[in-house]
């Protein structure tokens, strides 16, 4: 199953006046931001400083304590419980059906999303390296493999937004040079958002949120 990503004249996620306390840790004070679409924005600071956590919120799988954020498509307001049909998300602890083989995987994903123009399931498997091994079990692959799947699954599902949680964790080096000549070929017309401290992971990016700067 494959799709065409839709055009769009204007995507913007606004964020107005967040604050966010998570584990009795201040994350966000009244934070305000214009992300758009085409742009590459990073979010860093130390471990712990909430990347991930502001990263989940803009995806809308966790809420602020106070303030707003708002998605328009087109001019056109999407409600949150739609959202996630819009962007895909990828993070280390994000979970794959482990019983399932790579093709049964693949199979149930796009009973729910499609690909984008141009990529079917062979494509795909010879993308991020692992036509060989469609037959196996999920539960069976090293942690590299399993993050190409998850990034691949990120990155070439039709979404118009990207979040990626630290996207090079479990990656040796070829799987991060793999990470960085992929992202170059999607990113056109869709927004990014990258939470990392890993200036390889984010090089590229126009924008940079300073969690540290955030909070005060």
Same mark, same amino acid.
């Given at each position: 199953m494959t799709d065409t990503i839709p055009s769009f004249d204007s995507l913007e996620i606004k %964020? =107005?006046?967040l604050s966010k306390t998570f584990e009795k840790e201040l994350i966000a004070k009244n /934070? $305000?931001?214009h992300f758009k679409a085409g742009s590459k924005t990073a979010i860093t600071g130390f471990n712990g400083s909430g990347k991930s956590t502001l990263l989940k919120m803009l995806a809308g799988l966790m809420l602020p304590n106070k303030g707003e954020i708002s998605y328009t498509? @087109? =001019? #056109? %307001?999407i409600h949150s419980d739609h959202w996630f049909k819009h962007n895909t998300f990828c993070a280390p602890a994000q979970e794959l059906i482990e019983e399932f083989t790579l093709l049964e995987m693949l199979h149930f994903h796009l009973k729910f999303r499609n690909f984008i123009s141009g990529m079917d399931i062979a494509s795909f498997l010879s993308i991020v390296f692992l036509s060989k091994e469609k037959n196996k079990r999920i539960s069976l692959f090293s942690s590299g493999m399993k993050q190409r799947l998850k990034l691949g699954l990120a990155l070439y599902t039709k979404s118009l937004v990207i979040f990626l949680d630290e996207p090079t964790s479990n990656l040796d080096e070829q799987g991060i040079n793999w990470y960085q000549e992929q992202i170059q070929l999607v990113v056109k017309n869709r927004l990014l958002i990258i939470? $990392? @401290?890993? =200036?390889? #992971?984010? $090089? /590229?990016?126009? #924008?940079i949120i300073n969690m540290s700067e955030i909070k005060a």
């Open positions: %964020v =107005k006046d /934070f $305000s931001f498509i @087109n =001019k #056109e %307001v939470a $990392s @401290n890993q =200036k390889e #992971e984010y $090089s /590229f990016c126009d #924008e």
